[in-house]
């Protein structure tokens, strides 16, 4: 995959593209579990203990669920089901998941708050940075995939730039779209109610 790169490249089916970015987020998470835990970074930062694990458990999560979320629209798409399930349920799954990812970003300003009011600052300074870069990073994979996109092809950036918008991130579309449907499965059952 190229730097920037969005989406398949040019004669690459969509369903190899979905597999390998789902299977990536996940290498991805590994990689920082790793970095995290290799003897070497404890040299310099600790245990980090409370910052560095707060800030791992925030991007861990992070990362995990942009994995699953394109590993689901691969099994989607290779035809391994066809239906997409209840419109109702995905809407509730998908705020559920904004609220829990919100109480998640929560976490570590207040391990960070309550560790620094407690502890102080002082020998915990290593860790603390290593936290607080993880939980950066989660940050913006959050706004990436839920508020809106970060990393996007040239042409789509332009054509936002354009038109002074933000493009939607995934989840976002995807939450919109499961209200649009739980909206329409409405209509239609007003419209069949009336009919009869």
């Keep these: 995959m190229g730097i920037g790169q969005t989406g398949p490249r040019a004669g690459q089916r969509m369903t190899r593209w979905l597999l390998e970015t789902g299977l990536l987020e996940l290498v991805s998470l590994g990689l920082f579990l790793w970095m995290y835990l290799y003897p070497g970074q404890r040299l310099w930062a600790g245990d980090g203990w409370p910052y560095a694990p707060a800030g791992m458990l925030t991007l861990g999560v992070v990362l995990v669920e942009g994995g699953v979320y394109w590993l689901v629209k691969f099994w989607l798409l290779s035809g391994r089901r066809t239906r997409r399930g209840s419109p109702e349920i995905r809407l509730r799954g998908l705020q ?12 570590f300003p207040v391990v960070l708050s309550v560790g620094i009011v407690v502890r102080g600052v002082g020998k915990d300074l290593p860790g603390l940075l290593l936290g607080v870069g993880l939980y950066v990073f ?17 042409a789509e950036r332009a ?4 038109g002074s918008r933000r493009i939607p991130a995934r989840f976002l579309r995807e939450l919109r779209r499961a209200r649009a449907d739980v909206q329409r499965s409405r209509n239609l ?3 069949n109610r009336r009919s009869l």
């Design 96 to 107: 559920a998941l904004y609220v829990f990812n919100v109480v998640l970003l929560l976490v």
């Design 138 to 154: 989660a940050v913006g994979e959050f706004v990436h995939y839920f508020l809106w996109k970060i990393n996007m092809r040239s």
């Design 159 to 162: 054509s936002a730039r354009r």
């Design 189 to 191: 059952g007003v419209g």
